[in-house]
């Protein structure tokens, strides 16, 4: 049944053993190219991580090996005060902006429309990421970039533009001005699907019927997903990428339908190509064929924002992943703070709410859900009348304060 992918994936293997950093890695498993013949072998190749990937990109183009003579293109991603490089090949940018014309045909986007673009075009990819897939899928694209809005919203409506890429906090702004040729809107760089009503919020400040295209990728690999025009949830780019979704702590691969940290692996790209990839980020994966045509769903994207996340005990830890659980619990408020500590090496993870009389009676309840949304035990729970002013998180380890 997945012959195809297995093939596909032994050929994308058998390129990387000519890089350094990935030979390494299948020698240092006992692994040959050609001992991939199941999934299950697939299974067998260590995780790449991320700080691994930094190591080898920091390099200069000359030694590093996932740079090619034929690389075209230099995008960045920003970590800590570094620039790290993503390199692209003509062949790779041609694949990707193919697979994205299949999802901007899925997403209801007609060859002749007229499309404007208010992401940024420099650095860090994301307006020039839309511009070239919108020209290459034949549509007509307006590179407006962030800011401005008047300015954008005259140039919108005189140009009757139907289709805008915006984050979506800027097109409400945008709409709020008067827009109403816009038929298709593709949000990103915010969470989104999964902050509960937020596309009811976008949609009414339309005030009418849009389509709203959901994506989800990050610089190291672009795209990863998007959603239809069924709007049935971000499907995963089957034919640029594969997904696997793990259990952190042990790597086991987790069932559909259970949280876990997405991997990835290219299946065709030429240069910086990922190898069972640790993305560090929680989600879950359906396997939920919808009429598009496409198989592997994100019903809600990625479940919280990386620039706030903590790494406790090696899973990544969104704090207002939190505050989400606790309006389940009418006992407790809001209100809420969590402490780290390192005790003898290990993290110690402490929350404090403000509660009832009654609270004390959901604690059990209550570590039960974090565990399922965070994958994290918290070792202690405090309930008080009042939680004195402070910030969300308070993290006490060694060289980590927020
Ligand atoms: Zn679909």
Not at 51 to 70: A, D, H, I, R, W
Not at 218 to 228: N, V
Not at 299 to 306: A, C, E, I, M, Q
Not at 319 to 325: E, K, L, R
Request: glycine residues 6%; proline residues 5%.
């Amino acid at each position: 049944m997945n012959t195809n992918l297995v093939n596909r994936l032994r050929k994308q293997i058998e390129t990387l053993y000519q890089m350094d950093f990935y030979k390494k890695k299948l020698d240092g498993a006992g692994i040959k190219p050609s001992d991939i013949k199941t999934l299950e072998d697939f299974e067998n190749i260590p995780f790449t991580t991320s700080p691994e990937l930094l190591e080898e990109l920091k390099q200069e183009p000359e030694t590093c090996s996932l740079y090619s003579e034929n690389v075209t293109r230099v995008n960045f991603s920003p970590s800590g005060k570094m620039l790290y490089p993503i390199y692209h090949t003509n062949n790779d940018l041609k694949f990707m902006h193919d697979v994205c014309a299949r999802s901007l045909e899925a997403a209801g986007v007609k060859k002749g429309d007229i499309c404007a673009v208010t992401f940024g075009y420099h650095l860090f990819v994301a307006g020039l990421f839309y511009q070239n897939q919108l020209e290459h899928y034949g549509a007509k694209v307006i590179p407006l970039g962030p800011g401005e809005s008047e300015r954008a919203v005259r140039l919108i409506n005189d140009y009757q533009v139907t289709v805008l890429i915006s984050n979506p906090t800027f097109s409400i702004k945008l709409a709020a001005q008067g827009i109403p040729g816009v038929r298709i809107l593709f949000v990103g760089g915010e969470p989104f699907t999964s902050v509960e009503g937020y596309a009811e919020k976008v949609r009414q400040a339309f005030q009418k019927k849009i389509t709203i295209i959901d994506s989800y990728s990050m610089a190291a690999c672009l795209p990863i997903a998007r959603s239809c025009r069924n709007e049935t949830g971000l499907h995963i780019m089957d034919d640029f990428i594969y997904a696997e979704v793990i259990e952190p702590e042990f790597g086991r691969k987790v069932p559909y339908g259970e949280k876990g940290e997405l991997v990835l692996t290219h299946l065709y790209k030429e240069a910086s190509p990922l190898l069972r990839y640790r993305t560090g980020d929680l989600t879950v994966m359906e396997n939920k064929p919808c009429r598009c045509g496409r198989e592997f769903t994100l019903p809600k994207s990625v479940l919280g924002r990386t620039d706030e996340m903590l790494k406790i005990k090696g899973v990544k830890f969104w704090p207002s992943q939190v505050g989400t659980i606790l309006r389940e619990f009418p006992d407790v408020s809001n209100q809420y703070r969590v402490k780290v500590r390192e005790i003898k090496g290990v993290d110690n993870l402490s929350l404090i709410i403000e509660g009832n009389e009654n609270a004390d009676a959901q604690i059990d309840a209550l570590l039960k859900r974090l565990k399922q949304e965070t994958l994290l035990t918290f070792n202690r729970i405090s309930i008080v009348d009042s939680l004195e002013t402070g910030p969300l998180v308070v993290d006490e380890r060694e060289g980590r304060n927020f």
